[in-house]
Nanobody
Framework: QLQLVESGGGLVQPGGSLRLSCAAS????????IGWFRQAPGKEREGVSC????????NYADSVKGRFTISRDNAKNTVYLQMNSLKPEDTAVYYC????????????????WGKGTLVTVSS
């Protein structure tokens, strides 16, 4: 059974950091591009970042560029999202998803989704 599981969310103060993990089971994550998405209350899901299968190509939304870093350890079947300088507007449920390739930070081709992890940025 193909599965993606996110972890690492929580409550953090503005300016703080969190690292999210996306662990894959039932398939070899190294064959897939992995995207991170987020959905804030009352808003549509938006793309945050995407990593090609090798990690050689990474894309970021303008709103997180310079603050978030996507990386992957294919040997561990895991992709990470390091989030620094967090802002209250980063509060959302964060999802990872798998596709054959990244199309910017869009949802096109994202066939497999995790259930999300909640990130709350608040003082």
């Amino acid at each position: 059974q193909l599965q993606l599981v996110e972890s690492g969310g929580g409550l953090v103060q503005p300016g703080g950091s969190l690292r999210l993990s996306c662990a894959a089971s039932g398939f070899t994550l190294g064959y897939y591009a992995i995207g991170w998405f987020r959905q804030a209350p009352g808003k549509e899901r938006e793309g945050v970042s995407c990593s090609s299968s090798s990690g050689g190509i990474t894309n970021y939304a303008d709103s997180v560029k310079g603050r978030f870093t996507i990386s992957r350890d294919n040997a561990k079947n895991t992709v990470y999202l390091q989030m620094n300088s967090l802002k209250p507007e980063d509060t959302a449920v964060y999802y990872c998803a798998a596709a054959r390739m990244c199309v910017g930070v869009g949802r096109y081709g994202m066939d497999y989704w995790g259930k999300g992890t909640l990130v709350t940025v608040s003082s």
